[in-house]
Each structure stands twice: as C-alpha cells, then as structure tokens.
C-alpha cells in the first residue's frame, strides 16, 4: 500500500452539480497528479500541481480545477458536472527537485465519481 | 498522434507458467518507462520502470525489456501465480516542462490455477 488517501472512496452526483475530492500525499512528496480513469481504459492526465501552483495539464476544459495546499495535499473540483465525467479519479504523488522531471508516482487507491 | 498501446488487450495463462505483456510507443524522444499494476477497485501500483539507457530491468520475479529500435517494451512475470490476476498498464513519461505520464489503454491478466 502508497501512502497515498483520497476521499470520498465513492460519490454520486447529477449533472450540473459541483464536486470536490481530496488527496493526501505520501510522506516526503510536494508533487501530486490527478488522473481520470474511465471504465475498461487507463488513466488520463488531468493536471499536476506543484509547489502548490499548476505545473501541467491535459486534454481538460477549464471546469476541471484543482488546488494544492502547503502540506503538499490537493484538491479536484469538478463544475456543472456531465454524464460522461463518471469514472475512478486518482491522485498521484511523487518528488520533484524542480518540478520538471520526478520520482516514480505512486497512486491512491481512488475516487469513484457516479453522475446521474 | 502520439499514444502507448498494447498489443492483446486479454492475457490467460496456466499458474506456474511465464507471462508476457507486450507494449508498443510512438513518441521516441521519451526517455522513462515504467509498468503498473491494477487490481479490481484499487489504484495502479508501481512494479518496475526502466529508462532509455537501459535495454533490460529485472526485478522480483519481474523483468521489462526495452527495445528502442522498434520502440517496444515488455513485461515478464516469472512463475505466475493467482496473485498476479490484474490489469497491467505501460506508462511513458515524456519529456516535457513537467512530469507528465502516459498510460495505455491496458492488458488484462487471468491466472488460471
């Protein structure tokens, strides 16, 4: 097991509402990276924070948003939520000495998000 | 576009008998591969990485193999056991202002005891 916590382990929401859900990072890590993963697909990259600003992002529009606080947790919110943003979202953590290139990420078990 | 795939999305084999994932990259400016683990309900978990200086990796009954010229990497569990029943993904991470992972789209690993 990571020492990687996310919460809730499970959320159902409806379409158009807001959703926010929390990561802990493993001791000793300032990186953490938010993936979504859909059913039966590998994870996609959502974005990174580190040093609690933004260092990097995917393929997401801009209602997908995150924060990263000094002890190096973070959040993801999700606005005016649509059907297709149901899937497992997980959070990552790592060490970066720059915020360029890190250590092996190590994943939280996950955050299944339903909208109905 | 740039992706990372895999070649069998579904793997079978005997316990006891040796395993191979195969995985295939596009983008060969990357420098750092790694294999992760994914059991029903949890997170991917780290096995092995290797980086592009390296042609061969081995770990605990666990070896990946990087072949540059063809861009394709694989992954080999020795004495597969229930244990191993997973999904297993390839990642690459490019080279980029950030750390950013790619990950296929999975090989889905069976046991049969």
């Known amino acids: 097991e990571t020492g990687v916590t996310q919460s809730p382990t499970h959320l159902i929401k409806t379409r158009g509402q807001q959703v926010t859900l929390r990561c802990s990072s493993q001791?000793?890590?300032?990186?953490v990276s938010w993936y979504q993963q859909a059913l039966g697909q590998g994870p996609q990259f959502i974005f990174q924070?580190?040093?609690?600003?933004?260092?990097g992002r995917g393929n997401f529009p801009p209602r997908f948003s995150g924060l990263q606080f000094p002890n190096y947790s973070s959040e993801l919110n999700v606005n005016a939520l649509e059907l297709d943003d149901s899937a497992l979202y997980l959070c990552?953590?790592?060490?970066?000495?720059?915020?360029?290139?890190?250590?092996?990420?190590?994943f939280g078990p996950g955050t299944r998000l339903t909208v109905l | 576009g740039e992706s990372v795939g895999l070649h069998l999305p579904t793997l079978s084999v005997q316990e006891g008998d040796n395993s191979i994932i195969n995985c295939a990259y596009s983008n060969s400016a990357s420098d750092y591969f790694i294999w992760y683990k994914q059991e029903s309900g949890k997170g991917p978990q780290f096995i092995i990485d290797i980086r592009s200086n390296m042609d061969k990796r081995q770990g605990q009954r666990v070896t990946v193999l990087l072949n540059k010229t063809v861009k394709h990497l694989s992954l080999q569990i020795a004495a597969t056991q229930p244990g191993d029943s997973a999904v297993y993904f390839c990642?690459?991470?490019?080279?980029?202002?950030?750390?950013?992972?790619?990950f296929g789209p999975g090989t889905s690993l069976s046991v049969i005891p």
């Open positions: 001791s000793g890590h300032n990186t």
């Open positions: 924070y580190y040093r609690e600003e933004e260092n």
């Open positions: 990642a690459e991470n490019r080279k980029t202002s950030y750390d950013k992972v790619i």
């Open positions: 990552a953590s790592s060490f970066s000495t720059s915020g360029r290139r890190a250590d092996t990420q190590y």
